[in-house]
């Protein structure tokens, strides 16, 4: 069997892989890169509007400490304090990074980096490229990955002596020597073949569990990978019940149903209407953002040029509150005829600035819609884009529970809370990936010994399992209607018998997935693959429905129809999974948060913290603003 | 409005294999790669096909539809006649691994070929300063998703192995005029791209434009002006040619 032995081993090539990547060798460590795509595929590349960093250079008034104020509320104060600290204060360095390893941004006027704004974002804030920013971003990190790879053949004579790349590769399982890990087992994709990483460090960077519903805005590989191995390796999950339904997904043709429609098109300009040509935007502004937002439409139109007088218009409001105000329309009978409600640029900018600005929407709506944005409305509906919950880790370092395994990401979990600014995930990845790498190399340099090399016969056991059942259940079928239970019973609005009916459906899909059949060869098989990735999706929704059915209340993007508000109480608990090594016996435990650093909660207002911290807490914030 | 069509799919592994026939389902606003899914999961569910965002995004699933080089999830059923029997092969240029699904390791070596960006090591991070209008050339060519259609379809290697060596393929001749037009890249890339990447075997047929799903005007506006860069120290006829006939039609 294919062996290899390298230093750190890198789980995922989107934006926080590639970036862990490039740091843990440039740390000088043997780094491998694995990912179930074609390099530069991965789906960073999907991320449209940009990267929030307080670079201030639309606004001056920007900086560290009002990202970090506009992050936490946007997660609604459940967000790991630190981690939100770090992203505020790194990500204008990781920004610039970019450029001088070649990004070129769109830029203001005296030449800087452009900033645009975007939903819960106070001042305009996403570094971008029109809205093809993730494309920019992967494409970057891949060119560094080829410059480092150029400066070790000129060096040691072979491009793959410090850092290579295992595209369409896939691994089911982390290999351990007692608590720690030791590295990972796999197969290619395209030959079947069973491939062995002996490491003593992995990081996995393998984004999100979007395939479970259906319907997203994610591509294949979003089949919970990471989170699973990571359960099944002894690590905890948390904040699953936690997803991001973003608001604009397309609704129509079906096939596309999910589909991404940017931020950016709210952000400049674009309005929500429903069909009876409504700002419905209005109606819906929740009593915590109450005076951030504007309740006029004249008032909302004058921000877009004059933002010290005037407040933002409630279309970018965070995701979570335009998702249910969209869902409630929809509900109301006020929708589009498609099913979504109406989301107009066309009467807002000329024609020529649409194209502009986001002409991957006028392309992507033209090819596929039919429609030409910059003349007529879109119809638009909430999709599963984004979760929040994942790899429990230390905020400084990316470390998981497991010694020696590591998270960066969308499969990391803290960083968000309860819901995700948008444009907060392309600078999450390159902050949490660059400490993500860091700390792997970190933990490399304390130990006095690699691990033992790992015991792979369970493991292949496992993989191969699918294609020896002859006449076995269809992959296809059992996938499909998991999709269909966790988009109906755990989706956007929740409640306690639909989520308990979801664990009874996600219990038996269990049994069936053990049953999967998969015809034909080791040979680029998808079915055989997807027999696999069932195992992943079926854990990663069972922990979401545990949780979701747990926390009662409604909170970012936790939404219990039988428990409408926020509690305090709740916001100081997190829910933490964990499962064994076989996948069964998911458990939930709550665990009780840090309170917030001195410092960093006497940037909020006594009147803010009022909406959502408990009495106790807020006797330690005026302790703490006297303090100082 | 759904009904049954006709689909010949190339279906085969190691070197070998054949257009297989299928009936299958299409629905309203389907595309290629849909129809293809439901072969998988209804028919074959071993047949191979790259995807992932299925928006057009990330340049996975080019194939040949019809003998034309196309992404699977930008090619509308609806352009088709429902009496039409659709084919669907891999792309011709790169070796089959299975179904169609190709060896495109080609490409990743031809990248890896060209010398990086290269800023002047005295501009820090934070320190860059440039126009809207000098990086949009640049911009233009960073809208490719490594699709390889172009290359795909460049007939200096479509049916000639034996020029892959010598030539970088319209991709990466492009990335060359990328980073020569960047505001701060450093190296001189003009010999280069004629005598080690090829650039001189490009004889501006424009095919690769033509089947760019991102629209990108390779020849004219990477390819041509790279060629004109380079005139300065070599002659070459085509593109005094190329000035002729191409330049004026496109103006």
């Given amino acids: 069997m294919e062996r290899h032995e390298y230093d750190v081993v890198v789980i995922g090539a989107g934006g926080a892989g590639l970036r862990a990547a490039i740091e843990a060798r440039q740390q000088g460590k043997r780094t491998a890169i694995i990912c179930k795509s074609l390099f530069g595929k991965a789906h960073t590349v999907m991320a449209e509007g940009g990267a929030a960093a307080a670079m201030g250079n639309v606004n001056p008034d920007d900086n560290w400490m009002v990202h970090f104020r506009d992050t936490m509320r946007g997660g609604k104060f459940l967000n790991n304090w630190r981690m939100a600290e770090l992203h505020a204060k790194e990500a204008p360095d990781r920004v610039w990074e970019l450029e001088a390893w070649g990004a070129l941004f769109d830029r203001t006027k005296d030449g800087k980096i452009s900033q645009r704004n975007f939903g819960g974002h106070e001042y305009p804030r996403l570094a971008h490229v029109g809205d093809r920013t993730g494309l920019e971003l992967i494409r970057t990190l891949q060119q560094r990955v080829v410059a480092l790879q150029q400066e070790d053949e000129r060096e040691h004579g072979d491009p793959e002596a410090f850092i290579k790349v295992f595209a369409e590769c896939t691994v089911t399982r982390l290999l351990k020597d007692g608590d720690a890990i030791s590295g990972a087992f796999g197969y290619w994709r395209e030959t079947g073949d069973f491939i062995v990483f002996d490491a003593p460090a992995v990081v996995l960077a393998t984004g999100g569990i979007g395939k479970s519903y259906v319907v997203t805005s994610n591509s294949w590989e979003y089949t919970g990978d990471g989170h699973a191995l990571a359960l099944l390796a002894g690590a905890k999950l948390i904040n699953m019940e936690f997803i991001q339904f973003h608001p604009t997904g397309m609704v129509w043709p079906p096939s596309v149903r999910g589909i991404l429609v940017t931020e950016s098109v709210r952000g400049d300009g674009g309005v929500l209407r429903n069909s009876e040509g409504r700002r419905f935007m209005f109606d819906y502004v929740p009593d915590v953002f109450k005076d951030k937002y504007a309740t006029t439409e004249e008032e909302g139109d004058r921000w877009y040029t004059d933002q010290a007088n005037n407040r933002r218009p409630p279309e970018l409001l965070p995701r979570d509150e335009v998702a249910r105000a969209i869902n409630a329309e929809v509900k109301a009978g006020r929708g589009s005829p498609q099913g979504g409600v109406f989301l107009d640029v066309s009467s807002r900018l000329p024609a020529a600035e649409i194209i502009k600005r986001l002409p991957s929407m006028h392309h992507q709506f033209k090819e596929l819609a039919d429609v030409d944005i910059t003349q007529e409305p879109m119809q638009v509906g909430p999709t599963c884009h984004y979760i929040m919950g994942g790899v429990e880790v230390d905020a400084d370092t990316g470390a998981a529970s497991v010694p020696g395994l590591f998270a960066a990401g969308e499969v990391s979990g803290g960083m968000h809370g309860s819901n995700r600014l948008g444009g907060n995930s392309l600078s999450d990845l390159l902050v949490f990936g660059r400490r993500a790498g860091l700390g792997a190399a970190a933990y490399i340099d304390g130990l006095s010994a690699r691990p033992a090399v790992a015991e792979v016969a369970d493991a292949m056991a496992e993989a191969v399992a699918p294609l020896e059942r002859t006449g076995g259940e269809n992959p296809y079928e059992v996938h499909h209607e998991l999709q269909r239970t966790m988009n109906d019973l755990v989706g956007i609005i929740r409640k306690a018998g639909e989520v308990a009916e979801a664990l009874q459906v996600v219990e038996k899909l269990k049994e069936r997935s053990k049953n999967t059949g998969s015809s034909g060869s080791r040979i680029y098989n998808p079915g055989w693959h997807l027999a696999i990735d069932l195992r992943n999706m079926l854990l990663v929704s069972e922990c979401v429905a545990r949780a979701a059915l747990l926390r009662e209340e409604s909170r970012g993007g936790h939404t219990r129809d039988d428990f409408p508000g926020m509690s305090p109480e709740w916001r100081q608990k997190l829910l933490v999974c964990a499962a064994e090594p076989d996948a069964s016996g998911v458990t939930v435990e709550e665990k009780v948060q840090p309170s917030m650093r001195g410092d960093l909660i006497s940037l909020f207002e006594r009147s803010e913290l009022e909406k959502y911290l408990t009495e106790d807490e807020l006797a330690e914030y005026d302790a703490a603003v006297k303090e100082s | ?251």
């Fill in chain 2, 1 to 251: 409005m759904g009904y049954k069509a006709k689909f010949r799919v190339w279906r085969g592994e190691g070197g070998e294999g054949q257009l297989e026939d299928f009936t299958v389902e299409v629905n309203e606003g389907e595309v290629v790669l849909d129809v293809i899914h439901r072969l998988q999961a209804t028919q074959a569910p071993d047949l191979a096909v790259r995807w992932n965002c299925k928006a057009g995004k990330c340049g996975s699933c080019s194939m040949e539809i019809n003998g034309r080089p196309r992404l699977g999830c930008m090619t509308r059923m609806s352009t088709f006649e429902e009496s039409e029997t659709i084919t669907v092969t891999p792309m011709r240029t790169f070796p089959v691994i299975k179904d169609l699904v190709c060896d495109v390791s080609f490409n990743y070596q031809k990248a890896r070929e060209i010398p990086s960006f290269t800023p002047p090591k005295d501009v820090k991070p934070g320190e860059y300063r440039m126009q809207q209008i000098d990086v949009e050339r640049s911009q233009e060519f960073r809208k490719c998703i490594e699709c390889f259609m172009c290359n795909n379809v460049c007939h200096v290697i479509r049916d000639h192995d034996e020029n892959k060596p010598a030539f970088a393929g319209p991709r990466f001749l492009m990335r060359i005029a990328e980073l020569d037009m960047h505001p701060y890249d450093e190296v001189d890339r003009k010999d280069a791209a004629q005598e080690e990447h090829g650039l001189g075997y490009c004889n501006i047929t424009k095919c690769c434009t033509e089947v760019c799903p991102e629209h990108i005007k390779i020849t004219d506006n990477a390819l041509i002006p790279m060629k004109e860069r380079v005139v300065d120290r070599k002659y070459d006829p085509l593109v005094w040619l190329g000035s002729k006939i191409f330049k004026r039609s496109s103006v």
